[in-house]
């Protein structure tokens, strides 16, 4: 007959506590980062407790405690993104697997007190705001305890926008060879969108600095038949028209839209995406695009992560745009 093995009890701050010879609530104290009340000597008992013991305080109990969790909240928007936001989204989750945090990705919705409820529910340590909160959710966050990082102040001027940048970007490539008729390609899409606004605002900027007219808005589904239909209506004119577009995805789809037309690439139509993504540059004709370095913010983003529970937190820094940078192709 085999005899059963029971499986090793979970050492608790009660064992903790009685290795170390002091109280629970002393325990609790030290482990939670509130030990600085107590002797060098009292603190060194309980830590060396604690290792012998290999005891992991229970993350529930700790936000019980200290009404916070060991969660970081990433706030992204419900949007259709490409590969800067998913990388971003990726080095933060290894920074915060560094300092012991569970990351979750939230999809912020229509209503901004339901994603600010949403939040509150995990009790976050901190939230990573990817250009969601308003002041004042930023305001509940942290009386509620919870760090928003990155900690930078971006000033009210619409032009210090990292999608303003693009648009203004998008515009001075596809002029480069000389005037056109500039249009905005949207992603026909039912979530939210909220980086095209800027996009396009930053295309007619550039069209004005180059005293052209407001280009044109049009919203190109990813779909062959109805791409080449949207694309149709706008190229009514007999001069080259030349598109910026959301993404590499929507710049596919009016590449693709152009050639059904019988247009000629780039001399009747010239076509511009963002993301740099790789798809982009295996396809013939090999797209312009262009690349954001977000290297800067997510410097800022692990500075701020490594500064969580300390007394004072780092000061809001100006914020910086990232680079942007074209990367020429076959269609412009």
């Known amino acids: 007959m085999t005899a059963e093995t029971k499986p090793a009890k979970r050492p608790t701050s009660f064992d903790v506590a009685k290795r170390a010879g002091v109280s629970r609530a002393t325990v609790s104290h030290v482990l939670n980062g509130q030990g600085s009340r107590f002797p060098e000597e009292t603190r060194a008992k309980v830590l060396k407790a604690a290792e012998e013991l290999n005891y992991q305080p229970s993350p529930a109990g700790r936000a019980l405690v200290t009404g916070r969790s060991d969660i970081l909240v990433i706030l992204v928007p419900n949007t259709t993104f490409g590969s800067n936001l998913q990388d971003l989204v990726d080095n933060v989750t290894s920074h915060a697997a560094a300092h012991g945090l569970s990351v979750v990705v939230r999809f912020a919705g229509s209503n901004p007190g339901e994603t600010l409820a949403a939040i509150l529910h995990f009790r976050p340590v901190a939230v990573v705001d990817m250009g969601i909160l308003g002041a004042d959710e930023r305001e509940v966050l942290h009386h509620s305890g919870a760090a928003v990082i990155p900690r930078i102040h971006t000033p009210e001027d619409p032009t210090h926008d990292i999608n303003h940048v693009i648009g203004r970007t998008m515009a001075k490539a596809l002029l480069r060879n000389g005037p056109r008729q ?13 980086f095209g606004p800027g996009r396009y605002e930053g295309m007619k900027a550039g069209a004005r600095a180059e005293g052209l007219p407001e280009p044109e808005r ?102 910086s745009l990232p680079e942007v940078t074209v990367l020429t192709g076959e269609t412009t």
Do not use: F, W
């Open 182 to 194: 500039l249009a905005y390609a949207a992603l026909l899409d039912e979530r939210l969108d909220p």
């Open 218 to 319: 049009l919203e190109i589904p990813l779909e062959l038949g109805r791409a080449s239909a949207a694309l149709a209506a706008v190229k009514a004119k007999d001069s080259p028209l030349a598109v910026g577009c959301y993404n590499d995805d929507v710049a596919l789809a009016v590449v693709a839209a152009g050639r059904a037309l019988g247009l000629r690439i780039p001399d009747d139509l010239s076509v511009v995406g963002v993301d740099a993504t790789a798809i982009g540059q295996l396809v013939s004709p090999r797209l312009t695009t262009i690349r954001i370095h977000n290297a800067p913010l997510m410097e800022r983003i692990a500075a701020d992560l490594a500064a969580l529970g300390r007394a004072e937190a780092p000061a809001p820094q100006p914020a």
